[in-house]
């Protein structure tokens, strides 16, 4: 994990207690604090193999780019960053509207094993090695696959995407046969707690049923307040259903309600 998936992943580490021993380093490889595990730092596009082939243990890739290798490795966890889609794109002002409409068309990738395996048409690869989304302009192709996060680099270069052949995150790989049990325990307690915010709040008693329903959780915390009118709930929501939650809570009589981080899960 070199390039853009380094932050993300050192952070990761750090946030499992398994940061570098020295802070601040940026040697290419490093030994952990706390734990016996040495890190490694090679391009996301050299991982699959060194899984494969047993050099690492386990390593931080694209799901992109192991596919694309083809390499015979273990998926252990997604790890909720990298995210990006494989896309097929054309010039504005091309005629094509589906990627159906690429059928027998010249199309420039660095992923020809995920084109080939899943655009639904026949197509003329084009191989490059690099600035796939200039090959239009260039007159090498008339269309790309390419990835795609945030569109911008589409744009910039007047490009339209057609429709997504595949969609990816970084996760962490292990070599067939290697017990890498432990380190994915601490990974995956750190993604789910990123997934996850504790939400506390009060509301009138006669209330909780209500609350309860909208929060959506089996089991929250319904607690007692000085008040014998008013109670405390406490549950673990989803991150990503805070910002909905919020207005349904309130329009239920819930008040003083606070959303806090949470460090770690375990199951
Ligand atoms: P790197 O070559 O080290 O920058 O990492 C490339 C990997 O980052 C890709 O294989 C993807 O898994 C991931 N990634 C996430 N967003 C993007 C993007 N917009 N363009 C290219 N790679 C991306």
């Known amino acids: 994990m070199k390039g853009r998936l380094r932050e993300p992943s050192v952070s990761l580490l750090e946030d499992a207690g398994l940061g570098p021993e020295q802070p601040g380093e940026r040697s290419l490889s490093f030994p952990c604090r706390n734990a016996p595990v040495d890190v ?5 596009a050299d991982i699959p193999e060194y899984v494969q082939d047993g050099v690492v243990d386990c390593g931080i890739t694209g799901q992109d780019l192991v596919r694309e290798r083809g390499a015979r490795v273990d998926e252990l966890l997604p790890l909720g960053f990298g ?11 091309s005629p094509f509207l589906t990627i159906e409409d690429l059928a027998g068309a010249t ?3 660095v992923y020809p094993r995920l084109t080939r395996e899943l655009m639904p048409v026949e197509v003329e690869l084009v191989d490059v090695t690099g600035s796939v989304e200039v090959a239009p302009r260039l007159g090498l192709a008339e269309g790309i696959v390419d990835l795609v996060s945030s569109g911008n680099t589409l744009r910039t270069n007047g490009l339209r995407s057609l429709g997504t052949l595949f969609t990816s995150e970084a996760a962490l790989f292990g ?3 290697a017990d890498v049990s432990q380190l994915v325990a601490m990974m995956r ?3 789910e707690a990123r997934a996850h915010r504790y939400l506390m709040l009060d509301a009138p008693k006669e209330r909780v049923d209500e609350i309860c329903a ?3 959780s089996r089991s929250p915390s319904v607690l007692p307040l000085a008040d014998p009118a008013l109670v405390a709930v406490h549950a673990l ?3 990503k259903d805070v910002w909905q939650l919020l207005p349904k809570l309130e329009a ?3 008040f003083s309600i606070l959303i806090v981080p949470v460090e770690r899960m375990l199951a």
């Open 107 to 109: 199309v420039a990738t």
């Open 40 to 44: 490694l730092l090679v391009r996301a």
């Open 189 to 191: 307690a750190v993604v």
């Open 252 to 254: 239920v009589g819930a």
């Open 83 to 93: 995210s990006c889609h494989l896309d097929a794109a054309v010039p504005e002002e």
């Open 237 to 239: 929501v989803p991150a």
């Open 214 to 216: 909208v929060i959506g």
């Open 175 to 177: 070599s067939p046969g």
